[in-house]
């Protein structure tokens, strides 16, 4: 058995600055994933709740930075994630699936839809496979 998770993400661009020599956040920005979870998640107070979906989402964002310094590799600026607000949907808000209607979190993105294990493994998901 699953629960799904409305997983609300702050993030950020991480660029580097020259005349400081480190990162700095570029700004925030606001986006929304659907994280199916084993169960079991549901029960978990809400800051281990939270915790869990921020480490998947590191694990996307260590994805998504390893494919763009692939493409770009002269970029050293790398995507944060840098805090998560999760809610468990009731039966009745997964039944209306707001998956469906959900715009893509970013322009990189191509699906809100993330199915995580036990193991917080993950595979993204169409919307409609979700």
Not at 33 to 41: A, C, G, H, I
């Amino acid at each position: 058995m699953s629960k799904v998770l409305s997983v609300d993400l702050t993030d950020t661009l991480m660029a580097y600055d020259n005349n400081l020599e480190t990162h700095l956040p570029s700004g925030e920005r606001h986006s929304t994933y659907y994280f199916r979870v084993p169960s079991e998640w549901a029960s978990l107070p809400q800051a281990e709740l939270d915790n869990r979906a921020l480490a998947v989402m590191q694990k996307i964002y260590d994805a998504f930075n390893e494919h763009f310094r692939q493409v770009e590799p002269s970029d050293i600026s790398y995507l944060a994630p840098l805090a998560v607000s999760c809610h468990v949907l009731t039966a009745g808000e997964e039944r209306t699936q707001p998956w469906l209607t959900a715009g893509s979190p970013a322009v990189w993105e191509w699906t809100p839809c993330v199915n995580v294990t036990d193991t917080a493994t993950y595979a993204k998901v169409d919307p409609s496979d979700f």
